[in-house]
């Protein structure tokens, strides 16, 4: 679960939604092995730095999955582009250029505070989940 979370705070901080700790907005599966990240409804703010509450709790988390770590380098201008034309038939642009160049900024900072972390603590401690 533990992984869960931490992947949680970076989605948030990388689609910039400052609404997931009013309350309501996480549910756990019965068994506990799955956590649903619910109501992005006010996400993809065009703040490069991302908003000041996710990037606290970024900041205040210390142990991520390898995997996403990873998958950070995916995330960038051209693969959103090509993910998002996929999705046809949308009757509206579903990001905004500007939406996604902060998207793409915003992987930066977790890429460098995660970079850094590994320079500091070793990367088996820092990325501690598969």
Not at 64 to 90: C, D, H, I, P, W
Request: aromatic share 10%; net charge negative; no cysteine.
């Amino acid at each position: 679960m533990a992984a869960q979370v931490s992947t949680l705070i970076v989605f948030d901080f990388l689609t910039s939604n400052p609404d997931r700790y009013s309350g309501g907005n996480m549910k756990m599966s019965e068994d506990g092995k799955v956590l649903y990240y619910m109501d992005n409804t006010m996400s993809f703010y065009v703040d490069g730095s991302g908003n000041e509450r996710n990037r606290e709790v970024l900041f205040k988390t210390q142990r991520f999955s390898r995997a996403l770590y990873e998958a950070l380098g995916k995330v960038t201008t051209a693969n959103m582009q090509r993910a998002l034309a996929e999705e046809l038939g949308t009757p509206y642009e579903i990001l905004t250029p500007a939406e996604i160049s902060a998207v793409v900024a915003r992987r930066a900072v977790v890429q460098r505070y995660i970079g850094d972390l590994i320079a500091q603590h070793g990367e088996r401690d820092v990325l501690f989940f598969p």
